[in-house]
């Protein structure tokens, strides 16, 4: 029975929240200091991949649970889940602060499920971050509060502007949603939990659960309120070191889920060089904002798909190998920006605001040359983690409940390209398709090169075996 809640309450309110369009907003006066919920278009993406996410994944573990815990299991991912999604609408401080911790702590759950000494390893760790990062947020936001006088989120971002302690507040805000969202140096429990998670799990806390940081980033920072060059140049080192930094650590991993953890921190360390780009610019925040919203919805389809297809591996003599293997890589190209993807959609909008002229901060400049080197980076992560795959036993067992979720997985992710324009949260352009066809040589150049470069290590492996 918990097992059919676990998979029906995301899709019994999916209806209810979607439906409703990006554009709406519910009063709750006696809910704690006076609730506010809502839905805007930078909201609406982030719901969109909440719900969608949470759901296949939620059949794919009806069919992946097994053994005496599952309604422990059940019971965190529900809480799990109602705090993810209740952040994405909360719009006042302290339901969003709620929601949030309740995402965390009850993450937990999910994290240390199986039990073993290094899934209990991973937990202690995740649960010293997720500590000292609630501890960072929630001084932020009381800071942030009381220089604006009110309780909603869409005050902070100019009153910490004009805040006195703007610095202590930013740093705190920064590193606070950094932890969740796998920001350098505070990023240690990702790639300790993902391998120790079951399936399931990892897909929506790679997928969803840390671009939740990157939401309390967007919608408390004052992006676009005052010029603050000297924290973009920050962020461009942070995201820099975040996007080749995971990639170099990730190609010499052997799990393919660690190898998945380490592309989340490059892919989120991409979309913190748009974070710097939005806060050295105030005149070109508000267009990067949206893309940001397209870019995480892309990526956290894309991530789920591919860590549930860790556990769809095809053995040598299966039937239908080849599309099984092929719905593997499709994910993964498109992450990487494959052209006619939803990758290939978030990128030129990324590279649409990018633009040198744009911006006017030291390290402005690196941006374009830092995306091109995480577009290498993060298909050479691709091709790791399918190389990683092809070396592991095949899984004989797939019932039809992971068939189920991993295909409708798939369906989403790469549906996207068409759909994904016609998101309120971005404004890329419904004949996006058309605009591509000229841009064709510069998304396809770093897929070549990491291509290249893949294929020479493994030519140097092979040799290396054959002369063992």
């Given at each position: 029975?918990?097992?059919?809640?676990?998979?029906?309450?995301?899709?019994l309110?999916?209806?209810?929240?979607?439906?409703?369009?990006?554009?709406?907003?519910?009063?709750?006066?006696w809910?704690?200091?006076?609730?506010?919920?809502?839905?805007?278009?930078?909201?609406?993406?982030?719901?969109?991949?909440?719900?969608?996410?949470w759901?296949?994944?939620?059949?794919?573990?009806?069919?992946?649970?097994?053994?005496?815990?599952?309604?422990?299991?059940?019971?965190?991912?529900?809480?799990?889940?109602?705090?993810?999604?209740?952040?994405?609408?909360?719009?006042?401080?302290?339901?969003?602060?709620?929601?949030?911790?309740?995402?965390?702590?009850?993450?937990?759950?999910?994290?240390?499920?199986?039990?073993?000494?290094?899934?209990?390893?991973?937990?202690?760790?995740?649960?010293?971050?997720?500590?000292?990062?609630?501890?960072?947020?929630?001084?932020?936001?009381?800071?942030?509060?009381?220089?604006?006088?009110?309780?909603?989120?869409?005050?902070?971002?100019?009153?910490?502007?004009?805040?006195?302690?703007r610095?202590?507040?930013?740093?705190l805000?920064?590193?606070?949603f950094?932890?969740?969202a796998?920001?350098p140096?505070?990023?240690?429990?990702?790639?300790?939990?993902?391998?120790?998670?079951?399936?399931?799990?990892?897909?929506?806390?790679?997928?969803?659960?840390?671009?939740?940081?990157?939401?309390?980033?967007?919608v408390?920072?004052?992006?676009g309120?005052?010029?603050?060059?000297?924290?973009?140049?920050a962020?461009?080192?942070?995201?820099?070191?975040?996007?080749?930094?995971g990639?170099?650590?990730?190609?010499?991993?052997?799990?393919?889920?660690?190898?998945?953890?380490?592309?989340?921190?490059?892919?989120?360390?991409?979309?913190?060089l748009?974070?710097?780009?939005?806060?050295?610019?105030?005149?070109?925040?508000?267009?990067?904002?949206?893309v940001?919203?397209?870019y995480?919805?892309?990526?956290?389809?894309?991530?789920?798909?591919?860590?549930?297809?860790?556990?769809?591996?095809?053995?040598?003599?299966?039937?239908?190998?080849?599309?099984?293997?092929?719905?593997?890589?499709?994910?993964?190209?498109?992450?990487?920006?494959l052209?006619?993807?939803?990758?290939?959609v978030?990128?030129?909008?990324?590279?649409?605001?990018?633009?040198?002229?744009?911006h006017?901060?030291?390290?402005?400049?690196?941006?374009?040359?830092?995306?091109?080197?995480?577009?290498?980076?993060?298909?050479?992560?691709?091709?790791r983690?399918?190389?990683?795959?092809?070396?592991?036993d095949?899984n004989?067992?797939?019932?039809?409940?992971?068939?189920w979720?991993?295909?409708?997985?798939?369906?989403?992710?790469?549906?996207?390209?068409?759909?994904?324009?016609?998101?309120?949260?971005?404004?890329v352009?419904?004949?996006?398709?058309?605009?591509?066809?000229?841009?064709?040589?510069?998304?396809?150049?770093?897929?070549?090169i990491?291509?290249?470069?893949?294929?020479?290590?493994?030519?140097?492996?092979?040799?290396?075996?054959?002369?063992?």
């Amino acid at each position: 029975m918990m097992r059919r809640v676990m998979l029906l309450l995301p899709l019994l309110l999916m209806p209810v929240a979607l439906l409703a369009g990006p554009d709406w907003t519910v009063s709750l006066p006696w809910l704690l200091n006076g609730g506010v919920w809502g839905v805007d278009a930078l909201r609406y993406a982030f719901l969109l991949l909440t719900f969608v996410l949470w759901s296949v994944a939620g059949v794919f573990a009806v069919g992946y649970l097994k053994g005496p815990n599952s309604l422990r299991y059940c019971l965190f991912w529900v809480l799990t889940f109602a705090g993810n999604a209740g952040l994405v609408v909360a719009q006042d401080i302290a339901s969003f602060y709620s929601f949030f911790a309740l995402m965390t702590f009850a993450g937990y759950g999910l994290v240390v499920h199986e039990g073993s000494a290094e899934a209990r390893k991973a937990g202690r760790v995740y649960m010293a971050m997720a500590i000292i990062g609630e501890m960072a947020i929630l001084a932020g936001l009381m800071l942030a509060a009381n220089a604006a006088a009110s309780h909603l989120l869409d005050d902070l971002p100019a009153a910490i502007a004009s805040a006195e302690h703007r610095g202590v507040i930013i740093a705190l805000l920064l590193a606070g949603f950094g932890v969740k969202a796998g920001l350098p140096l505070l990023h240690f429990w990702l790639p300790l939990a993902h391998p120790v998670a079951p399936t399931p799990a990892s897909a929506v806390l790679s997928g969803a659960m840390i671009k939740a940081g990157l939401l309390g980033w967007l919608v408390t920072l004052p992006l676009g309120e005052v010029l603050l060059p000297g924290w973009a140049n920050a962020l461009v080192v942070f995201g820099a070191l975040g996007s080749l930094g995971g990639a170099l650590l990730g190609v010499v991993q052997r799990r393919a889920k660690t190898v998945l953890a380490y592309s989340s921190i490059s892919q989120m360390g991409l979309m913190l060089l748009l974070l710097a780009a939005a806060m050295g610019s105030a005149g070109q925040a508000m267009a990067i904002v949206p893309v940001l919203g397209l870019y995480a919805l892309h990526h956290g389809l894309a991530k789920g798909c591919l860590f549930l297809s860790t556990a769809m591996i095809p053995p040598a003599n299966a039937r239908g190998r080849f599309l099984r293997w092929l719905l593997i890589l499709l994910p993964g190209l498109s992450l990487a920006g494959l052209p006619f993807t939803s990758g290939a959609v978030a990128k030129l909008a990324m590279k649409d605001v990018l633009k040198p002229d744009y911006h006017d901060f030291m390290m402005a400049d690196a941006l374009p040359i830092l995306m091109s080197a995480g577009a290498v980076a993060t298909l050479l992560l691709v091709w790791r983690f399918v190389w990683v795959l092809a070396i592991s036993d095949g899984n004989k067992t797939v019932n039809r409940w992971q068939w189920w979720g991993w295909s409708a997985a798939c369906l989403a992710s790469l549906s996207a390209f068409f759909w994904l324009p016609l998101v309120p949260a971005g404004e890329v352009g419904s004949d996006i398709g058309n605009a591509m066809q000229g841009q064709l040589w510069t998304l396809s150049w770093p897929l070549l090169i990491a291509t290249g470069m893949a294929g020479v290590a493994w030519l140097v492996s092979r040799r290396r075996e054959a002369g063992a």
